[in-house]
């Protein structure tokens, strides 16, 4: 099995920066490819990144500019970079484990969600 905990989360002033991170235990030699959603009060889940292997990203047109994720696979963990935070951006960010080489370096694909972090920007 593999888990996954997230971390980073917090208030922050508008203008201002947060990374958030996801790392991933388990039954895992490193993570192929990642997303990560977020939730806001009253609204529907989102995807805001992707990352995946040959570190290929994609993002929402939303957070294009000011959001980078990115991974290292030495420690098992994705970053969600997020510089420029408005308030609009404030939510519970999940990240969710897609596809990992396995320990025999087999490539499995997976449904895995972290915990969530709540990102709040206030002034």
């Known amino acids: 099995q593999v888990q996954l905990v997230e971390s980073g989360g917090g208030l922050v002033q508008p203008g201002g920066s947060l990374r958030l991170s996801c790392v991933a235990s388990?039954?895992?030699?490193?993570?192929?490819?990642m997303d990560w959603y977020r939730q806001a009060p009253g609204k529907q889940r989102e995807l805001v990144a992707t990352?995946?292997?040959?570190?290929?990203?994609n993002y929402a047109a939303s957070v294009k500019g000011r959001f980078t994720i990115s991974k290292d696979n030495a420690k098992k963990t994705v970053y969600l970079q997020m510089n420029s935070l408005s308030p609009e951006d404030t939510a519970v960010y999940y990240c969710?484990?897609?596809?990992?080489?396995?320990?025999?370096?087999?490539?499995?694909?997976?449904?895995?969600w972290g915990q969530g972090t709540l990102v709040t920007v206030s002034s």
């Open positions: 969710n484990l897609k596809r990992i080489l396995d320990e025999l370096l087999l490539t499995k694909p997976l449904e895995v």
């Open positions: 388990g039954k895992l030699f490193l993570i192929d490819a």
């Open positions: 990352i995946t292997s040959g570190r290929n990203t």
